[in-house]
């Protein structure tokens, strides 16, 4: 499975960003897809996940209220291609490189990075005060 994320940039505070994960690959396996933000000298964190049967939603207490994660429908193949997260009302503290994941089983942790099967490259979102 590949991940290819994208849609960061440099955004003033306050402002509105969506990023974009796109699956190729064996994506019928991809039962929950997250992202998680690294900022420089920080570890890897959890933002944000999202269950593909029903769409269960899980955030980041960081996030909540102004994070919304999303998918596209599912094809005729059962392909489940592309996570949204839309993000708005942006901090500076948001700051980071955002990576989207995949992972294959429902239990376990949606938070913990080590849980996740499949990333992306990662895309920079700056948020400028």
């Known amino acids: 499975v590949q991940l290819q994320a994208c849609g960061g940039g440099l955004v003033q505070a306050g402002g509105s960003l969506r990023l974009s994960c796109a699956a190729s690959g064996r994506t019928f396996e991809n039962i929950v897809r997250g992202w998680f933000r690294q900022a420089p000298g920080k570890e890897r964190e959890f933002v944000a996940a999202?269950?593909?049967?029903?769409?269960?939603?899980?955030?980041?207490?960081?996030v909540k209220g102004r994070f919304t994660i999303s998918t596209d429908t599912i094809s005729k193949d059962n392909a489940k291609n592309t996570v949204f997260l839309h993000m708005s009302n942006l901090k500076p503290e948001d700051t980071a490189v955002y990576y989207c994941?995949?992972?294959?089983?429902?239990?376990?942790?949606?938070?913990?990075?080590?849980?996740?099967?499949?990333w992306g490259q990662g895309t920079l979102v700056t948020v400028s005060s």
């Open positions: 994941a995949a992972r294959r089983y429902y239990s376990g942790s949606y938070y913990s990075k080590s849980e996740y099967d499949y």
């Open positions: 999202i269950r593909w049967d029903g769409g269960s939603t899980y955030y980041a207490n960081s």
